[in-house]
């Protein structure tokens, strides 16, 4: 978890990750043209009042995205992996705060993770509120493994209109980080969209945008690198091992 007390000589990173590092591994983003929100509503499939009114068809949503997030040909791509590299190689603490539900970021090799969106690969009890990985369709005819329960199992994924996960140990390590970096997202969720400002308010860190064009929060960056994330993210990585932090300074 965030440690807040990160040295000069072991200066900490916050990553924050969204739909585009996954893009290259074959996984949609949302807002792009062919994203997701351009083939499903939101208040259709990713809200408790969708989940309420029609239950199989918000599984079924989330059940499309598990096997196509499970797939034999999807891989962490190139990207992920160079940040699996900083966390081994980085003399300070790196924690990841990804966006995402798939589990990219773990199978390259990231221990230190907050999925703030929470996890399609696990389903979560109605009844019991237990926890269980989950990489097959969850359906309405599936018992919880805890409690026995039938028909009480949902995505263990965060809809719209409910709390985000690990705000608290993400605040902490926003304040006590020297450098925030942001890849593949598009700055138009809160409260992810706004963990910038919250660096920026202190002063203390350099801020770097990593995306494939300007995100919606561009400005609010000091620094930014324009390209596929799995071009510019292990580029920026080398520099950050080889260079230190003022690799982030050359735009
Ligand atoms: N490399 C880098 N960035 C990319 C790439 C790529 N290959 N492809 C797309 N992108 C960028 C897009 O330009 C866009 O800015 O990734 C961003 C994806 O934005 P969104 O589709 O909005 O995804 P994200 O920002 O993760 O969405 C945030 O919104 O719908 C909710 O819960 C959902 O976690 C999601 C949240």
Redesign the pocket.
């Known amino acids: 978890m965030a440690d807040a007390g990160a040295t000069e000589d072991q200066p900490s990173i916050v990553i924050l990750t969204?739909?585009?590092?996954s893009?290259?591994s074959g996984l949609a983003?949302?807002?792009?043209a062919d994203?997701i929100?351009a083939r499903y509503r939101i208040e259709d499939v990713a809200t408790p009042e969708a989940y309420a009114r029609d239950p199989e068809r918000v599984l079924g949503f989330y059940n499309a995205r598990r096997r196509g997030a499970v797939a034999d040909d999807v891989h962490p791509n190139a990207a992920h992996l160079a940040l699996a590299r900083l966390e081994a190689d980085w003399p300070g603490e790196v924690l990841i705060v990804t966006?995402?539900i798939d589990d990219l970021h773990e199978r390259a090799g990231s221990k230190n993770l907050i999925h703030m969106?929470g996890e399609l690969l696990k389903a979560r009890c109605t009844a019991c509120t237990g926890l269980h990985p989950w990489r097959d369709d969850i359906t309405l005819d599936d018992a919880c493994p805890a409690c026995g329960s039938l028909g009480t199992l949902r995505p263990h994924v965060v809809w719209f209109g409910e709390m985000p996960l690990g705000l608290d140990d993400i605040g902490m390590a926003l304040d006590a980080c020297a450098l925030f970096m942001s890849i593949?997202?598009?700055g138009?969720?809160y409260p992810?969209a706004g963990f910038v400002q919250q660096v920026r308010r202190l002063g203390r860190a350099r801020t770097v945008e990593l995306?494939?064009?300007p995100?919606e929060g561009a400005t609010l960056f000091e620094h930014a690198r324009y390209g596929?994330?799995s071009d510019i993210v292990p580029a920026f990585v080398e520099g950050l091992l080889t260079r230190g932090l003022a690799a982030a300074d050359g735009d």
């Open positions: 969204g739909a585009g590092i893009k290259e983003t949302f807002r792009d994203g929100w966006q995402n969106h593949g997202t598009s138009n969720v992810a995306n494939l064009e995100s596929p994330a």
